[in-house]
């Protein structure tokens, strides 16, 4: 079938990850996480010591950002120049700079094209926030994955075992928090595109998500071989 361009949107421990990885191996497809990038800037903020609110320290950083993926053993690994970074961009205080950097207008501009660019060769599953509302308003085909609050925080609860110390309680306010951040700013909030099917995986076991989601690629490209 020809290459499509798929997005995934949907706040944090919907399973978006598990889904858009498992959906691009059945296609063949590359697998781009964009969270990735916004956690990589927020690296390089805590790196250079920097105030996110400090909108001068944060221009300068986005000018020499150099951000890139490659493919590594187990996945993709993601580079800032030539430092892998993909083990250290998965911290509590990482995942919240993150939150308050993608915040930032410039922080997302400096973003777009670069992701622009990751799709141009189609055969893609990209996983974020604005993949079908900002980013690429033309896939074709767009998800939003969602799910309760509660059951969300206990799946990244039980990912992060043995690697944070955060208590449940402390994992769901954390997600509460994100979730008001990413919904509530004014540059490319979290929300469904008009035209993306959304999903509910809240009392949905992955492997059905994504047999629904090979049944919707079918009906909107109207062809087989998925
Ligand atoms: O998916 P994630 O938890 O790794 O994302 C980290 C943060 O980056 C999240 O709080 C929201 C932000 N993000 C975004 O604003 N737009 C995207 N396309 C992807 C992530």
Known sequence: MKPLLIVIDGPAGAGKTTVS?????????????????????????????????????????????????????????????????????????????????????????????????????????????????????????????????KVRARRRYEELRGKSNQRLEEVENDMQQRDANDSGRDTAPLKPAPDAVTIDSTDKPIDNVIDEMLTGIREITGQHGA
Do not use: C, H, N, W
């Not at 927020?42 to 950083?61: H, K, Q």
């Not at 030539?82 to 930032?104: F, G, H, N, Q």
């Not at 207008?105 to 400096?110: E, L, M, T």
């Open 21 to 149: 990885k498992t959906l691009a191996a059945r296609l063949d497809y590359k697998y781009i996480d964009t969270g990735a990038l916004y956690r990589g800037v927020a690296y390089e903020i805590l790196a250079r010591g920097l105030d996110p609110a400090d909108e001068s320290g944060l221009a300068r950083l986005l000018a020499d950002l150099d951000l890139r993926f490659e493919r590594g053993a187990d996945g993709m690994r993601l580079y800032s120049a030539d430092v892998d970074i993909t083990d250290y961009i998965r911290t509590p205080e990482i995942t919240m700079l993150a939150s308050a950097a993608s915040a930032k207008p410039i922080v997302r501009q400096a973003l777009l094209d670069l992701q622009r660019g990751l799709g141009k060769q189609k055969a893609v599953v990209f996983e974020g926030r604005d993949m079908g509302t900002v980013v690429f308003p033309d896939a074709d085909v767009k998800f939003f994955l969602t799910a309760d609050l």
